[in-house]
């Protein structure tokens, strides 16, 4: 079993739909969550933390299930823009590894 | 701030030749990773540096591959002999060595082409 599994896709949405991506870690040591975009033959670059507590920037919403042991990204009011792989992150302490999943493509459509 | 310097950006070589690589972390930071990404996949780590010693190397094929981190900045990744499967973006991040804050920086990545 992968330490971090997300579903590939890839979603192809419309403008201005909402899209959500789920991504389950089977590292119950886990402490820290991220998501990051990546774009085409570019390298990875953080989106945005996951907190327990569900945090928001803008028209993303992140959110962390630790009894389940899932992370979720939530995209509101889709942009061309959004279109790119997000790959999903868990962490351990300072010291610990991050682990990336394989990622999921998303591509908006006019 | 700069960020993590990787060269070059494109390498091609032959089968059974040699190949390394080079990363500057960005300054202050302890934790450096090299991560392999083949086409299509996620980034998999590939060794993993807390200043200069190895903290997780456990996915790095030793046969073949081999990396340091001298003085606990620059690193080095090297390849010898190339086989055509590692043909792949090969990514150096480094993070800041703060608990619970793992957020990695990633360099633009050296691409490999073995032919």
């Known amino acids: 079993r992968k330490e971090v599994e997300q579903d590939p896709g890839p979603f192809n949405v419309p403008e201005g739909a909402t899209v959500a991506f789920n991504c389950t870690y089977s590292?119950?040591?886990?402490?820290?969550f991220f998501w990051y975009r990546q774009d085409c033959r570019k390298e990875p670059k953080l989106l945005m933390s996951v907190y327990s507590s569900g945090n928001e920037d803008g028209r993303f919403t992140a959110q962390l299930n630790r009894a389940s042991q899932y992370i979720s990204l939530l995209i509101r009011d889709s942009k061309l823009s959004d279109s790119a792989t997000y790959l999903c992150?868990?962490?351990?302490?300072?010291?610990?590894?991050?682990?990336f999943g394989s990622g999921t493509r998303l591509s908006i459509r006019p | 701030e700069a960020g993590v310097a990787q060269s070059p950006r494109y390498k091609i070589i032959e089968k059974r030749q040699s190949v390394a690589f080079w990363c500057n972390p960005i300054s202050g930071h302890a934790t450096l990773y090299w991560y392999q990404q083949i086409l299509g996949q996620g980034p998999k780590l590939l060794i993993q540096?807390?200043?200069?010693?190895?903290?997780?190397d456990s996915q790095l094929p030793k046969d073949r591959f081999s990396a340091e981190r001298l003085k606990g900045v620059d690193s080095t990744l090297k390849i010898q002999p190339a086989k055509l499967e590692d043909s792949a973006v090969y990514l150096c991040?480094?993070?800041?060595?703060?608990?619970?804050?793992?957020?990695?920086?990633f360099g633009q990545g050296t691409r490999l082409t073995v032919v």
């Open positions: 540096f807390q200043n200069n010693g190895v903290v997780d």
């Open positions: 992150v868990a962490g351990g302490s300072s010291a610990s590894k991050i682990i």
């Open positions: 991040a480094s993070s800041p060595r703060s608990a619970g804050n793992t957020e990695a920086f």
């Open positions: 590292n119950s040591a886990s402490q820290s």
